[in-house]
């Protein structure tokens, strides 16, 4: 996996940022992955779509994060760092694909698709009801499953099949002790990062093109040691 140029992350940026966040996860798999057909992704497990901006961010920003959090409990703001090595560990590496049975009904793990129908849902265990429903792919005969007694034994099994669809840190705070676990979500972290890095290049093409009147295509042609230079030189 290649990391997208400066031109390309201009070019994310600008596709993206009136998206939602899923569609922006989306995205930025689409870009790591042109193997894989567009229309395909919002239907492949969750985890696939992690483990994909997982590399995406190593190769794009190294394999060390660091991320902030606050203490539940306290409110404390918390540094945490993180591995993508250590993420991506957690999580299968396996083709693109999950379904089990409970009771005789067919299930498939969550997909992007899936997140986005329960996105406007403000209740969790209404949400992931829903989201259960959604994921019953044959029940037998004409019996309606019943959903809410399927709930534990559901959630245990989408976890051993896609154990990267749901990134979870075990997190204890450093200042009252407390323990609890957070969730990490790699898609908004990743286009928050992009979103900087754009931000910062479109500031260096407007101080460079005020001062020289060269043009963004020239300017990102600049290696980045001697558009810094000539940053300096301008005052900024």
Known sequence: M???????????????????????A??????????????????????????????????????????????EHC???MEVALDTGQLLAASKDDAPSGEFEISGFHFRVPCSRDLAAIAGQRDVA???LQLLQQCCLAPPGEDT?????????????MEKLD?????????????????????FDIGSLLWSEIDLRARTLLSQVHSLAGAYGWTETEILALTPQRRTAYLDMVGV
């Open 163 to 183: 154990p990267g669809a749901d990134i979870n840190l075990s997190l204890s705070c450093v200042d009252c002790g407390h323990s609890w676990l957070a969730g």
């Open 126 to 128: 209404a949400a992931s």
């Open 26 to 71: 989306l995205l930025l798999c689409a870009w790591a992955r042109p193997d894989f057909p567009v229309s395909r992704l919002p239907d492949l497990p969750l985890g696939f779509i992690n483990r994909t901006l997982l590399r995406l961010r190593e190769t794009c920003f190294g394999p060390h994060i660091i991320a902030w959090v606050d203490c």
């Open 2 to 24: 290649k990391a997208p140029d400066e031109a390309e992350i201009l070019e994310l940026w600008e596709r993206g940022t009136a998206r939602h966040p899923i569609d922006r």
């Open 145 to 157: 499953p019943d959903f809410f007694s399927m709930m534990n034994e559901a959630e245990s099994s």
């Open 75 to 77: 409110g404390v703001h």
